[in-house]
């Protein structure tokens, strides 16, 4: 098992890229383990922030937020001050009181799609959970129960489209493999291709600051 706390270390050591936050997404199918992955790697980083975008999605827009996350979170913490977006309720189906996400050293922002086009030229870093999307929709949809079956076809279309258009994978500085106990860590695409993205990783594309 790879040490967690030695690759907090490395993510905290990255350049800023979003102001004065090292922004590092955590991305792949759903069902993959994104959630709790996040989850430890903020405790790791010593209680780093993390932003859902299960919160910036609703219904009708599963892919449909990014306008949502440049708007309420990204713009603001390129600027060096707090983000505050409004969390959608998927039971109530309606967008509930505000959060506010401060500009911390890390920022995690985790969900399906966090590491796609639009994303990208403001992260530090890219992780992608490396477990296959018909593995990770089966654990998803146990996870849920039968109950939410009818979402999940949905869900599974929709998501099938957007990495065909908008792959995230390919920019992935790291693969992020769940064992038994712990995580492993892999070289990504990203990495493996030979880039340094402490220099050319926002190179095509810098953020409109």
């Known amino acids: 098992m790879d040490d967690l706390a030695r690759h907090a270390d490395d993510l905290a050591a990255l350049p800023p890229s979003c102001g004065p936050v090292r922004l590092v997404a955590v ?110 929709w089966e654990r998803g949809r146990r996870r849920d129960g039968a109950g939410l079956t009818g979402f999940w076809d949905g869900w599974t279309r929709a998501e099938e489209r957007h990495f065909a258009e908008d792959p995230s994978r390919p920019y992935a500085d790291t693969l992020v493999r769940q064992l038994p106990e712990g995580y492993t860590w892999l070289p990504g695409p990203r990495e493996t291709a030979g880039a340094n993205r402490n220099v050319t990783y926002r190179s095509h594309d810098a953020p409109p600051y």
Request: aromatic share 8%; charged share 25%.
């Open 27 to 136: 991305d792949g199918h759903a069902g993959s383990g994104k959630s709790t992955f996040a989850a430890r790697l903020a405790t790791a980083l010593g209680g780093a922030p993390v932003l859902h975008l299960d919160d910036l999605a609703t219904h009708e827009e599963l892919f449909g937020w990014t306008g949502r996350l440049r708007e309420q979170v990204l713009a603001p913490l390129a600027r060096g001050e707090s983000g505050r977006y409004l969390p959608y309720d998927w039971t109530e189906r309606r967008f509930g009181p505000a959060r506010t996400l401060e500009p911390a050293p890390v920022v995690l922002v985790e969900g399906v799609g966090a590491g796609r086009r639009a994303v990208r030229p403001w992260l530090a870093a890219l992780c992608w959970m490396e477990l296959d999307r018909e593995a990770s």
